[in-house]
């Protein structure tokens, strides 16, 4: 497809928008945009969609992201496809290396490949970092990828010698993405769609549980470990990110049936290294 078929939109997000912030990635996942790329740390975002597009909702999904900064729309010049990646680039966290598919696979290294035209999640963000660090330091055993997005975290677990392996997300843009990456992987994690802080989504027994999500369902996923129904299922072991590093204390507080064994931060991240009280 001609570079003429593609236009390329920038948000610049406003002052009071995080860079993170959860309802800017879940609407540009939906949007599914052909390439992407981040500019000035985060703050302003570049990606490409098909001038005749198919989804009629797409229209009512870029006026809500405009409401998250300015918006603009360009002509596409030629290259732009070699441009945005360069922006995705491996990641080599430990034995693991999360790559684009147009990057050869690293022979010393376990290999995930992710797609990032479609899904946000390619192992660059500081809290995917740290769990995958994290993971590695951890017994093997069955696990839970909650929030599982692309999948990044549930495919790296899996190699690294974890089964079984669930991925549960609530946003089925980011199931169809993770089922995507895992068969371009040729592994099989179990992908579910569901809610990890909802008592309505089951969740199997499992050893360990990855929960890569931002303070507010982090202290959601608390209280339901806190019910008592939770003994049927609770995680041994309880990797949490996403946080900020001044929001730690309070996450784990609320889990109270937790206890701390290591704290790991990078670029004002944090990441919570749990273990259930006998």
Known sequence: MSDEAFTRYTLHLADDVAGDDPEVRDLLAAIQP?????????????????????????????????????????????GWQDGWRRFHRP???????????????????????????????????STTRLCLEALQDIPRGSLIDAGAGSGVLALAALRLGFAPVWALDNDPVAVESCLRNAAANGLEPHVMLGDVTDAATPLPDADVMVANLLQGPLLALARRLSEPSSDDWAPARLVVSGLLEEQGDVVADALEGYGVVRRAVSGGWLLLDLVRRA
């Open 91 to 125: 990641v080599r966290v430990g034995a693991v290396c999360v790559r684009p598919p147009w990057y050869p696979a690293q022979s010393d290294a376990l290999d995930v490949v992710i797609d990032t035209g479609m899904a946000f999640g390619t192992g660059s963000h």
């Open 34 to 78: 052909a390439g992407w790329e981040e500019i000035d740390g985060g703050r302003t975002i570049r990606f490409w969609l098909r001038r005749e597009s198919s989804d009629p909702e797409e229209g009512a999904r870029l006026e809500r992201l405009a409401a998250f900064g300015a918006l603009r729309a360009a002509a596409q010049e030629a």
